[in-house]
């Protein structure tokens, strides 16, 4: 096959990559040099639902059938990914690597360019800075091999949240707390991460929600620095010297952690208090299971049951089989009402996964994509709930 006979995608054999040098369009993707290939889908796409039906299409030729995972940093939602990855690689015969980077940008380009020279066939990263992780992830998917990445793009297939819902799941769980046990009236907390673009919609969600009550006073609306427990203790810590009297506080669970610990330090931890995050940690569920503490509810993002979905998608990759584009990761609200269901389904994730309608409660899948298709990754950062 050659220039000359107009090449339609990667819907042929695979080809060389110097091949595609002096090509002016690969499908409908423009092609830049002989290095390069396709850029994805980059403008914003609505995909239509995951068909599971959808034919099959070329095995990848040349990879090795290992499944690698690129993890920023050992946080507990990070290691719940590698423990479903791992569970699927195992169950589906796959060699399972994995490369942590502890948050260094630089490493983590290593290790994902060591992976690529390898001719690993399929790679999950969760960037640590997804701008200078891109080109390195699209040469894996140049090569053939699969790529999902946890939010950011480009990826074969690419896991979000609905932040928007994400946020108003907790929102709501505050707000009727509020309404029931504080007489409608509250001081809150918001701790934000409102500087990353991706996930700023979960805030914009609180701030929406909490305007109802006309009895709530935001005293404080903040991004910790850093945002982890101890940036969360370090930084409430300081507000309790100007509001001492704190009822409600949102954010992420490893923040929102800390923020208990300062108001246990300061003698204002209360039982009546309202404390959320977002992540599910094993920590703050183990503060939920107290049933008589200020850590009330935690929303969940399930990453053993979706990182073993990855892991499967992976191998179906491998197989030539059909995956999706994209994929949500549905948000739900953990109490000391649900608890013990989902801590049974994080230990098995593999049964999760195998019974359609537990699986559709975490998890909803978008497009469809396979070897023969791979120009056609995504490449915009994509959310199913951009208009």
């Given at each position: 096959?050659?220039?000359?006979?107009?090449?339609?995608?990667?819907?042929?054999?695979?080809?060389?990559?110097?091949?595609?040098?002096?090509?002016?369009?690969?499908?409908?993707?423009a092609i830049?040099?002989?290095?390069?290939?396709?850029?994805?889908?980059t403008v914003q796409t609505k995909f239509a639902p995951f068909d599971p039906k959808a034919a099959a299409c070329a095995v990848p030729p040349g990879l090795s059938k290992v499944l690698a995972f690129a993890q920023d940093n050992e946080r507990e939602f990070m290691q719940g990914v590698d423990h479903g990855l791992a569970l699927a690689a195992k169950d589906r015969g796959l060699e399972y690597r994995r490369a942590t980077a502890n948050n260094d940008a630089a490493k983590m380009v290593a290790d994902v360019q060591l992976f690529l020279s390898s001719k690993v066939g399929a790679v999950v990263a969760a960037p640590v800075d997804p701008a200078s992780l891109s080109h390195s992830l699209q040469e894996i998917m140049w090569a053939?091999?699969?790529?999902?990445?946890?939010?950011?793009?480009?990826?074969?297939?690419?896991?979000?949240?609905?932040?928007?819902?994400?946020?108003?799941?907790?929102?709501?769980?505050?707000?009727?707390?509020?309404k029931d046990h504080l007489g409608g009236k509250a001081n809150v907390i918001l701790l934000t991460q409102d500087q990353i673009e991706f996930l700023a919609p979960r805030f914009a969600a609180m701030?929406?929600?909490?305007?109802?009550?006309?009895?709530?006073?935001?005293?404080?609306?903040?991004?910790?620095?850093?945002?982890?427990?101890?940036?969360?203790?370090?930084?409430?810590?300081?507000?309790?010297?100007?509001?001492?009297?704190?009822?409600?506080?949102?954010?992420?669970?490893?923040?929102?952690?800390?923020?208990?610990?300062?108001?246990?330090?300061?003698?204002?931890?209360?039982?009546?208090?309202?404390?959320?995050?977002?992540?599910?940690e094993p920590e703050a569920v183990a503060e939920i299971k107290k049933g008589n503490g200020p850590y009330k509810a935690s929303i969940s993002l399930s990453s053993p049951v979706f990182g073993y979905a990855l892991g499967q998608h992976a191998a179906d990759w491998l197989e030539g089989k059909s995956i999706p584009q994209a994929m949500d990761i549905l948000p739900s609200a953990l109490t000391s009402d649900n608890l013990a269901q989902y801590e049974a389904d994080l230990a098995d994730p593999a049964a999760v996964y195998k019974d359609p309608a537990r699986r559709d409660y975490y998890l909803k899948m978008y497009g469809n994509i396979c070897y023969d298709t791979r120009d056609q990754y995504v490449n915009f950062p994509w959310s199913s709930e951009a208009k």
């Open positions: 096959m050659t220039i000359e006979k107009k090449l339609s995608g990667w819907r042929r054999a695979a080809l060389p990559v110097a091949l595609l040098a002096g090509a002016m369009l690969l499908g409908s993707t830049s040099s002989a290095q390069d290939g396709p850029s994805g889908i053939g091999g699969y790529v999902s990445t946890i939010v950011p793009p480009p990826a074969t297939e690419l896991l979000n949240a609905p932040q928007y819902a994400t946020g108003k799941a907790l929102t709501d769980a505050a707000v009727a707390y509020i701030r929406d929600g909490l305007k109802a009550l006309p009895g709530v006073t935001i005293v404080a609306d903040v991004t910790p620095n850093p945002v982890n427990k101890e940036g969360g203790f370090a930084t409430v810590s300081t507000i309790l010297q100007a509001h001492p009297d704190v009822d409600v506080i949102l954010g992420a669970d490893t923040v929102v952690l800390g923020a208990l610990a300062a108001l246990q330090a300061a003698g204002k931890a209360r039982p009546d208090q309202f404390l959320g995050g977002i992540d599910g």
